[in-house]
């Protein structure tokens, strides 16, 4: 949420996208956004979505008003309709942060993400030590404690992000429609996070 804040300083309102059949993660994320909302001036809903209708209605509904922002959180139904949510997101003049890198490819705004790369490199060694005879209630609980800001070029001028001094080390993408290609990423060292909300 506050690369949103820091891309898009004038979003007072953000909503959240995410399955609600999984109660207990909807509910989790609900509650870590309503906590770190306020800080960041911003008020926060989470909508609970299936298909794309329900999308393009939360979606109308938020840009209805001024000053609304989004938050596309990592989810199979966000995933499968990435394509659209962006295209409503462009549609509406929303600015939205997502959870890939890919997504930002596709066109998205921004996003603030681990690297997918490490991530399985990291599963990888877990099921060799699996594989070797460790015990599964061994090994430690690990999260992705490194996350990379990146952010869409391509943007509409009417979304232009604002890069501040804390950004300039973020990753930038060329994004894709406007040149018929995935783009180019010009890559700069990644800042580490250890935050608790991702968005």
Sequence with gaps: ??????????????????????????????????????????????????DAAEIEQVTSALAAKPHGGQIVLPDVVTGVYVLQII???????????????????????????????????????????ILRGAAMGDLPVQASERFLPVINLNTPTALGPTITPSRRRSRFLAGRSRRGSKGRATPAPASSSTGRCSA
């Design 87 to 129: 295209a409503l997101a462009a549609r509406h003049r929303l600015p939205a942060v997502y959870a890939y890198a890919a997504q930002v490819r596709l066109d998205g705004f921004a996003a603030y993400t681990t690297s997918v790369a490490r991530n399985v490199q990291e599963a990888a060694r877990y099921i060799d030590r």
């Design 1 to 50: 949420m506050q690369i949103l804040k820091e891309l898009s300083p004038t979003v007072t309102r953000a909503g959240a996208v995410v399955n609600a059949d999984y109660h207990t993660r909807f509910s989790s994320y609900s509650a870590e956004l309503t906590l770190i909302g306020p800080a960041l001036h911003i008020r926060v809903e989470a909508s609970g979505v299936h």
